[in-house]
């Protein structure tokens, strides 16, 4: 080979060599700004729902998630990388479980614990009242005592008709328990109230003998199994099971639920095993925290930006919908209120009047008493002095007595004395009758 074409066969091997290390370098930086998209794509939308989810090749998108992918986005987002959004939420479940199960021993505990869990999900104003509820008057044992001791006083007064009203103007045995539980202090419970007399008879005699405490731990029961099934659905329709009644929901729904599930947990999950037994007057403070915005972030990195975001937004319109609900609400607590406090001041007008009947009775029974007292104290005077009276004419009386009776001895020997000379003077008359009889015979005899 000529030298030219030693030349020309080096310079072939050298543009290989470059043509080979273009390449080399084009497939690193299509390399690098497909991850790049992958992360992009995966931060958009988030971890597969589960492990069947496909792309648009119709390849699982886990199969796409390596290892170090899955450590970079979540250690940013406290750790514990998972795959799907199904394992996340079966992660969520077991720590929730574990609170539940904590509570297991009180039923009144645990509604507590599964209205805080469900009220960020309440989308429903009876089912947010209901929450709502549990979460105040169930916080601890001695507000769930005050509820139930409340409830007892109420339905203590609501079985005895009023004495002063016609029996037919009598209010009912439920107007009468709601009014009497407004009444007393503490915070609102209506809707519990309103399960409680829907399980108790209508009718105030046969109230009278209804097993309140059989009632009430019924009614508590109730409420628990309410919020029980809310969770179990709620949970079961995020890991794609169809719900009690329900059908199975799809892929694009599951993501929803997910989204919106895991969202509306962030506040409880932030708060930590040491935060107090109601975090609900802290939660501008809790907003602001470390734990909140990292399972804010976790929210993201799990659902994507795009599903997370969808998720507030629909969060937003519900709480703007309840809020509708809690103006009317508002207007119609205003207007009972009202009502309940015409009444309450016409029976504290009436219980006024009796008072002062009452009072006024008692200053003329006073001035009895205080008069009768001054007479008993003058009697009192006037009983010492006769009894003292008494007393000396009691000694001169015995004297007396004494004197009487030495003079009954003395008369009493005087009339034995003159028994006996009576007798004496009729042993003499009959001894001269015998002499004269005899002088009569004599006398006979000589003439």
């Known amino acids: 080979m000529s030298l030219l074409g030693k030349i020309l066969?080096?310079?072939?091997?050298?543009?290989?060599?470059?043509?080979?290390?273009?390449?080399?370098?084009?497939?690193?930086?299509?390399q690098s700004w497909a991850y790049a998209v992958h992360r992009h794509d995966l931060m958009l939308?988030?971890?597969?729902?589960?492990?069947?989810?496909?792309?648009?090749?119709s390849v699982p998108r886990v199969e796409r998630i390596s290892e170090d992918t899955l450590q970079q986005v979540f250690?940013?987002?406290?750790?514990?990388?998972?795959?799907?959004?199904?394992?996340?939420?079966?992660?969520?479940?077991?720590?929730?479980?574990?609170?539940?199960?904590?509570?297991?021993?009180?039923?009144?505990?645990?509604?507590?614990?599964?209205?805080?869990?469900?009220?960020?999900?309440?989308?429903?104003?009876?089912?947010?009242?209901?929450?709502?509820t549990c979460r105040a008057h169930f916080a601890t044992e001695q507000s769930a005592n005050a509820l139930k001791t409340r409830c007892q006083q109420s339905f203590a007064e609501a079985i005895k008709p009023d004495p002063r009203v016609d029996p037919k103007e009598q209010r009912s045995f439920a107007g009468t328990f709601r009014l009497a539980f407004r009444a007393r202090p503490g915070p609102p419970a209506d809707l519990f109230v309103s399960d409680l007399l829907q399980a108790l008879p209508e009718e105030r005699e046969k109230a009278k003998s209804a097993n309140?405490?059989?009632?009430?731990?019924?009614?508590?029961?109730?409420?628990?199994?309410?919020?029980?099934?809310?969770?179990?659905?709620?949970?079961?329709?995020?890991?794609?099971?169809?719900?009690?009644?329900?059908?199975?929901?799809?892929?694009?729904?599951?993501k929803v639920v997910i989204a919106r599930l895991l969202h509306g947990l962030c506040l409880y999950l932030s708060e930590g095993p040491q935060a107090p037994a109601d975090r609900s007057s802290d939660q501008d403070n809790?907003?602001?925290?470390?734990?909140?915005?990292?399972?804010?972030?976790?929210v993201f990195a799990v659902c994507g930006v795009r599903a997370g975001l969808n998720a507030i937004a629909t969060r937003a319109g519900e709480l703007v919908r309840l809020s509708d609900y809690v103006l009317a609400s508002?207007?119609?607590?205003?207007?009972?209120?009202?009502?309940?406090?015409?009444?309450?001041?016409?029976?504290?007008?009436?219980?006024?009047a009796l008072v002062a009947f009452e009072q006024k009775l008692f200053t003329e029974n006073n001035d009895r008493y205080a008069a009768a007292t001054q007479v008993v104290k003058e009697r009192t005077v006037e009983i010492e002095k006769i009894e003292d009276?008494?007393?000396?004419?009691?000694?001169?009386?015995?004297?007396?007595?004494?004197?009487?009776?030495?003079?009954?001895?003395?008369?009493?020997?005087?009339r034995q004395k003159t028994r006996e000379t009576i007798q004496r003077i009729e042993r003499s008359e009959k001894a001269i009758r015998d002499l004269e009889k005899q002088t009569t015979t004599l006398d006979r005899r000589n003439q």
């Open 389 to 414: 009276e008494l007393k000396k004419a009691r000694e001169a009386t015995d004297v007396e007595i004494r004197k009487l009776r030495d003079k009954s001895y003395d008369v009493l020997q005087v």
């Open 75 to 132: 250690n940013a987002v406290g750790g514990n990388p998972v795959p799907t959004q199904k394992q996340e939420v079966e992660r969520v479940k077991r720590i929730l479980d574990e609170k539940i199960a904590a509570a297991a021993q009180s039923k009144s505990q645990q509604s507590y614990v599964y209205a805080r869990i469900l009220l960020p999900l309440a989308d429903a104003y009876k089912e947010r009242e209901q929450m709502l």
């Open 286 to 298: 809790l907003v602001k925290s470390a734990a909140y915005a990292q399972n804010l972030n976790r």
């Open 212 to 254: 309140f405490d059989a009632v009430y731990e019924a009614v508590i029961e109730k409420n628990r199994k309410e919020l029980e099934d809310r969770y179990a659905a709620v949970f079961a329709e995020a890991l794609g099971e169809a719900p009690p009644g329900g059908t199975k929901p799809g892929l694009g729904t599951q």
């Open 9 to 30: 066969a080096l310079i072939n091997v050298f543009g290989a060599i470059g043509l080979v290390c273009l390449a080399s370098m084009d497939y690193g930086k299509r």
């Open 330 to 352: 508002t207007t119609q607590e205003r207007t009972q209120f009202i009502t309940d406090h015409t009444a309450l001041i016409d029976e504290i007008r009436e219980q006024a």
């Open 45 to 57: 939308e988030g971890m597969p729902v589960n492990e069947q989810e496909l792309d648009a090749d």
